[in-house]
């Protein structure tokens, strides 16, 4: 079964900068994809950032280009959002999610819009950017 688990939110002043882990297990990582996904309070679940685990092609949200990187450590089974210049609307629950299946039926470019089609998600961390 797998399990993804989520941490390094926290509060930040606008421009200032987090790191978040998702630690994943039960998992076999590697030629899939996984990534970050955000929702804010009354808005709908947005990706953010993708990326194929089988290498290093990585997708990104327009919102978030230039200021956010995703990456990952395969020897730890783990993945990172780099996020830098924080805004207030970056402020939202912070969600990783991967698809667990053995075969890639999409690039992962894909599911920054189908979200839905990611078959694990963890738990969430809140990212709270203020002015």
């Known amino acids: 079964q797998v399990q993804l688990v989520e941490s390094g939110g926290g509060s930040v002043q606008a421009g200032g900068s987090l790191r978040l882990s998702c630690a994943a297990s039960?998992?076999?990582?590697?030629?899939?994809?996984m990534g970050w996904f955000r929702q804010a309070p009354g808005k709908e679940r947005e990706g953010v950032a993708t990326i194929y685990t089988g290498g290093t092609t990585t997708y990104y949200a327009d919102s978030v280009k230039g200021r956010f990187t995703i990456s990952q450590d395969n020897g730890k089974n783990t993945l990172y959002l780099q996020m830098n210049s924080l805004k207030p609307e970056d402020t939202a629950m912070y969600y990783c999610?991967?698809?667990?299946?053995?075969?890639?039926?999409?690039?992962?470019?894909?599911?920054?819009?189908?979200?839905?089609?990611?078959?694990?998600w963890g738990q969430g961390t809140l990212v709270t950017v203020s002015l």
């Open positions: 999610a991967a698809d667990s299946s053995s075969r890639l039926y999409h690039t992962c470019d894909y599911y920054l819009t189908h979200s839905t089609a990611l078959d694990a």
């Open positions: 039960g998992y076999t990582y590697s030629s899939n994809c």
